[in-house]
């Protein structure tokens, strides 16, 4: 078991996010799998995080990615077996890193046992109740219950056709037909996430990733809307909240300091009531993620959730990139934000994708992300400065966002683009050579292999490592308090902040969001993002963190 660090260790973690399906293909089917992650593990030893979470590799219809689960308590096959999920979480704790799943609560797999249970009983019976299924409206109900639309775009209602052959009731689904919601107000559905955290936990994980987090409780009278909008109650008072208790009582049924990070999309203060003591532990600070390349945004996003947080005694869970947005090399390239939920529409910026650009700006907010207190979250390829891969042909995309939306949106499989790993040539040693891989990988990516980053001390990958190795030496970068210094002159377009916790030394971090140089601090530059001249100012689009002359 991991042992180095001390009690609540995921409040200062940082966790690495592994997309199975994209990380490396041990059997030479061109899709990645449980033995591939195990025996790439030491390239996550070597970067220097802490943990690693995976997105779901449970067995799926694979209609969104995994993210539509027909059992939660075992392996897909195209991702291997229990027994090599057990290999893996045994190879990882050996090094000293643990390991988090994603539970999915909100809906499963229309090819669940629990949803073709639905198809096979009729209007009334126990086994709808677990679900959202209702009678349409109109004559011959032909009309669904509500004017609700599914945040992949479309009706959120789709019809059932009862065991006669007659068209029946409707069900519910926030996301895809292929995905039904669970009504969580059924306790059945409680005792069997219950289940689902054992089955898991005996298994020796050390938390859980909670998708789509927020969602579980709907206005169940089910009111019309305009423009379909989900009624989803949140606040405070909402039974979304006595779930997350439950659920934490059964996390603190086990010994090690289990845990949970939940994703919701919600405002600062909503959030944070996700964090209450008795509830989850981390929450993914998602505006910081979806913020443009702007001081005053990332001030803003930084700030505000800080102080939200702190009115609960939580961390703040820092996030850049996952699978489910554009990277942020490609984001930032074009100073873009984004907006709306996986099918992300974005505002802002010249709309001129200069990938160098991208670059600087990635690289530096990184090093800003990592200097910042609290829990942080990588996604694979970040680590290497992969842009979004945003010219896939038509015919490879698989995101249900594609089809559902007309093809008016791409989806999200340009964040999924399997890693290259080494060599010249696609399948860069992601997959045995001459695989064809699940996406294709771009030829230019031939100059971002782990292989020749590993090679050049400038490259991002030895960014990363320096900056988490920095992270671990210096406790005011990872924990403590965050206070915004002045500009060196006004107008200066960066963000100077100095850091400090107790047991450590004072720091400041130093990010330029302009072209032109800025001046730093007298003292000394322990990392930055661009190569700063000894006595010259930090370059444009860079972060620096200096340990400033006199503390
Ligand atoms: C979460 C996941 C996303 C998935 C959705 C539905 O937001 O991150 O990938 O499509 O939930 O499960």
Redesign the pocket.
Known sequence: MPGKQGAEWWREAVVYQVYPRSFADSDGDGEGDLRGVVAHLDHLVSLGVDALWLNPFYPSPGV??G?DIADHCDVDPRYGTLADFDTLVTAAHARGLRVIVDV?P??VSDAHPWFRAVLASGPGSPERARFHVRPGRGPDGAEPPSTWTSVFGGPSWTRITEPDGTPGEWYYHL?APE?PDLNWKNPEVLAEFARVLRFWLDRGVDGFRV??ADALIKDTTWPDTPGGWPVIPKDASSPVHEVYRALRRVLDSYPGDRMAVV?TGAPDDVVALFLRPDEMHLAFNLRFAKAAWDAGELQAAITESLAANAAMGAPVTWVLD???NPRSVTRFAAGIRLEG??APTSTGGDGVADLARGLRRARAAALLMLALPGAAYLYQGQELGLPNVDDLPDEALQDPVFRRSGGTERG?DGCRVPLPWRGEVPPFGFSPDGVATWLPQPPAWRDLTVATQEADPSSTLWLFRRALALRRAEPSLRRGTVAWLEPSSPGEDALRLRRKAGGGRALVVVVNFGVEPVPLPAGEVLLASAPVAVGGGLPGEATAVVVPAGG
Do not use: L, P
Request: zero cysteines; proline letters at 0%; glycine letters at 6%.
């Open positions: 969104d990615g993210y999915v909100n809906h996301f995905q998708d789509a994703e996952n699978h489910d939920d996986y999200r």
